[in-house]
């Protein structure tokens, strides 16, 4: 065999080889993150559907008789209204575990053909269906297509939860592969096009090669590494008006079709609106950051930035001007920063950034940085938002940002509880009066809140949830343990004295166990200082019933306790914080744990004093009824206290 052949058949294998293992690459990529996201959406779809079933109407049906119930056609409705909202869901369903291993039973099935639908108490066997089992516990979805009866599907699975948390049943559904199978198919078809083009590109380089010896081969071997590297931007000289010419132009074409796989696996990861990377591909990156800290023991920065009152650019000049700010926002920020940052759009005007190998000190100087930046720039009003404006050219539109710093493994060690964190320090840059940098400053000790505590109680607030988050947000003070439990047990007994309902007295629960929640914020420093607060330590601490409120806020079920929570610091003669209310302009429950809450801080040793006695607490209390308390609760707590037993020979003293 010749050299020249042997040339030949080397050059073609060996570029044939690079292009279609990278072709392959892509394409394997690309198919296994188009599953990936359509199994997410799936079980989040199920999860959002299982969230408004009642769990209670859910087990009261057991035979075909049940389908004739309220129960069971509300919730057939729910189901239904949700498979008409979501067109590629095919079949939606409610199943529950049987008595037989292995065999499940249908509960409730939104589908109208006679001929196809499931009835309550039918069943199917589920041993094939590890992901549907694994549903009763958590969200789920096939990892691969299914088949049963009814055909070929990727189905997403969830928990119906009673009140206690507990799982009685699951939602399911299930989408045809159709529709994934067309976008599968799709993506073969570019990387049979790609691998078509490699294998004739192959052959022509081979031979025109072969021709010309070695002189052409340098700069085509060096292109072909740095396209197998990714770099696919770069493209060969093509001008030649001959045959390296056209091989050139193939190359290009070859490398162009590559270019647009990529591009299709960008878009996947981009935020449609700014350019910058979007929320999913956040969280992945996120969790990649963890476990490069965790390998090397290092430490990186997490900023959570939000822009402020941008509803009122939104009201103000339309929402396509608020679009053109957040580009140009997200512009400012790529422009500021240096290029080793990860920076994504959270969502609506919510930005993060990641900062590798940061200490605190650095995060927060990169944070002011950017906060100034922010504040200092000119954002057009692009496209003009009246007509007159495309004339005479529209003011500049300014605004500001606020911005929250934590500190991975310093504030914690878990993805979300991080993300809590610098949400947190957000809401105290938020409240302390926008357009300023707040670091969240609360070191993670053995037994004290940890951010992801608030996390899981926002996800699911149980009873359970509440009384340990309320016990770790007290033991970060040293002198006040106990003291959400305390401030509970008085206010019972001033609902008890008042007369209050059942319902009333439950919310009164919950919010005094949680009227302190908001001192996460508070940095340790402050809170167990031993001399009197600055003016600034004062109004962090005062920002605590705001901090909570906006933390219970993002919790289900627990809307009724947020006035209690926000408004516990408010005096009855109107001189009393955030808002200055007076009377009964305070609500009630805030009232309440107002009382509740004084008298065992001073019955408490504090950094500054000694506790008082009961006797000197009650007089205390005695004293400022009617100017910071209001003197139906006081007199309703001494009485309370009184017939308690509760400290009598104090008392009498």
């Given amino acids: ?240 008006k001959d045959e390296i010419g056209e091989v050139a132009k193939t190359f290009n074409n070859m490398l162009s079709a590559l270019k647009y796989k990529d591009k299709m696996l960008s878009e996947m990861n981009t935020d449609y609106l700014t350019g910058l990377n979007n929320h999913r591909y956040f969280q992945e990156r996120l969790r990649e950051e963890i476990h490069i800290a965790q390998g090397n023991s290092g430490e990186f920065a997490l900023l959570m930035l939000d822009l402020d009152r941008f509803k009122l650019v939104n009201d103000s000049f339309g929402h396509m001007v608020g679009d053109s700010v957040l580009r140009q926002v997200s512009k400012a920020l790529i422009s500021s920063t240096f290029g080793k940052e990860f920076i994504a759009r959270y969502g609506g005007e919510e930005f993060t950034i990641i900062l590798p190998n940061t200490p605190a000190s650095e995060a927060v100087a990169m944070a002011e940085r950017l906060r100034k930046v922010i504040a200092a720039s000119d954002f057009e009003a692009s496209p003009p938002f009246r007509a007159d404006d495309a004339k005479a050219g529209a003011q500049p539109i300014r605004v500001t940002v606020s911005v929250g710093v934590a500190i991975y493994p310093r504030h914690s060690r878990e993805q979300d509880g991080l993300i809590m964190a610098a949400d947190i320090a957000l809401y105290q840059a938020k409240h302390l009066g926008r357009d300023r940098v707040c670091a969240y400053d609360t070191t993670l000790e053995e037994g004290q809140a940890d951010p992801y505590q608030v996390y899981a109680f926002i996800q699911d607030p149980t009873k359970s949830a509440i009384e340990a988050l309320a016990a770790a947000v007290d033991a970060r003070d040293h002198y006040t343990r106990n003291h959400s439990e305390n401030v509970s047990k008085y206010a019972l007994m001033i609902a008890e004295r008042l007369g209050l309902n059942k319902s009333e007295v439950e919310l009164l629960h919950k919010a005094s166990l949680l009227h302190d929640v908001g001192k996460i914020g508070v940095p340790d420093n402050v809170l167990n200082k031993p001399t009197t607060l600055t003016q600034d330590e004062m109004e962090l601490v005062r920002m605590h019933p705001a901090v909570g409120e906006a933390i219970v806020r993002d919790s289900r079920n627990l809307d009724a306790t947020l006035p209690a929570i926000l408004y516990h610091h408010e005096y009855y003669n109107g001189k009393g914080y955030p808002y200055g209310l007076i009377g009964d302009q305070i609500p009630l429950l805030a009232r309440i744990i107002s009382v509740a809450d004084a008298f065992d801080a001073l019955t408490t040793d504090r950094p500054y004093r000694r506790a008082h006695s009961i006797a000197e607490a009650l007089e205390v209390l005695r004293e400022c009824s009617g100017t910071q308390f209001d003197p139906k609760i006081v007199e309703a707590f001494i009485k309370g206290l009184e017939s308690s037993g509760y400290g009598i020979q104090d008392l009498a003293a």
């Fill in 1 to 240: 065999m010749s050299i020249r052949t042997k040339l030949h058949l080397s050059i073609t294998a060996l570029v044939l080889l690079v292009s279609v293992g990278a072709n392959y690459a892509l394409c394997r990529h690309a198919q296994q993150s188009l599953f990936q996201e359509v199994r997410q959406r799936l079980a989040s779809l199920a999860q959002s559907v299982a969230i408004q079933i009642d769990a209670s109407a859910h087990n009261s049906l057991s035979t075909r008789k049940d389908e004739s119930t309220p129960a069971y056609k509300q919730i057939k409705s729910v189901l239904r209204k949700f498979r008409d909202a979501n067109p590629d869901i095919r079949y939606i369903y409610t199943m529950r575990p049987g008595k037989r291993h292995m065999v499940w039973q249908f509960v409730v099935d939104a589908e109208e053909d006679p001929e196809l639908v499931s009835h309550v108490g039918d069943d199917y066997e589920v041993c094939d269906f590890p992901e549907l089992r694994a549903g009763l516990s958590r969200p789920s979805a096939d990892t691969e297509i299914t088949h049963d009866k009814w055909g070929n599907w990727v189905s997403g699975y969830a928990p119906i939860r009673d009140k206690a948390g507990r799982a009685v049943g699951i939602v399911g559904a299930d989408m045809s592969v159709h529709q994934l199978a067309e976008e599968m198919s799709l993506l073969r078809s570019v990387g049979i096009t790609c691998t078509g083009l490699a294998a004739l590109f192959s052959i022509i380089l081979g031979a025109v090669l072969s021709k010309l010896f070695l002189s052409p081969i340098g700069p085509f071997i060096k292109r072909l590494n740095t396209a197998a590297r990714g770099d696919l931007d770069t493209l060969v000289d093509d001008r030649r």
